[in-house]
């Protein structure tokens, strides 16, 4: 398994949707297994995605984690390791392989990057944790500069996008099992469980949807700006949920 993925077609493709999610906690007691992979199956089909991204933090049980490879949906699978999970990259690739034997395109490590179709020379890089890409969540400055155009990370529970940087866009994945601690200073709500759809065409859209009722939350679109991109839209529809917020804010999200 490689660090830096090569993986797709020399053409330009018109556009790619990729299905984000992360931290499902399998191992967790109070969490149906069998409800979030039936749940990723429906939208996956619903939202015809071509791949699926999987910001770690799974399961501890190895066959667990490889009941989210569903090769009848998407064409491709990108996962990285979480702190949580107990077992080695090799071990679930070996278990996806076992069950999965003509699924192709299944990329496992700790961080991978890669280029999105070939769309644009657009490059992209996930790990579980961002302190990876040393991205703190109290603010949207930062002094580095991304070589990735867009960055995906898990770990926070925190479903948060914006441009950081020069111009890239970074992604807080948030939580299938459950959404917590989230940076914002107002009273902005969110879903208690999500999952967040990802299209790369002519601009970059982001669409964030409740896990559990399939509803649009929040929409974010990002425009190339020079060499980076920038948010030239972003709507939050808080009249669709109950709940607000609670928690601590987390300096890393």
Known sequence: MKDLLDIDEPVKNDHKRYMLISDPHFSRSDVNLLDIVSKVHKYGKEYECDELIIGGDI???VKEASELILEDVFNGFKIVKGNHDQWDAEDLYQEIRNNSPDCKNVFIGKKLSWEAGKYRDIQMSLSH??????????????????????????????????AMG??????????????????????????KRSFQMLEIGEDVSLEHYDFDRNLLIEKSVYRRNGKGF???????????LEESVTGEVLSYA
């Open 230 to 240: 920038e948010n030239c839209f972003k709507e939050i529809y808080q009249d669709l």
């Open 166 to 191: 020069e111009g890239s866009i970074v992604i807080g994945m948030g939580s299938v099992f459950t959404n917590y601690h989230v940076p914002y200073k107002d009273n902005h709500k969110i879903a």
């Open 59 to 61: 399961s501890k049980n």
């Open 129 to 162: 944790k961002p302190q990876e890409f040393k991205i703190r969540a109290s603010t949207t400055e930062t002094p580095y500069d991304f070589i990735d155009d867009i960055i995906l990370y898990g770990h926070s529970h925190a479903p948060f996008d914006r």
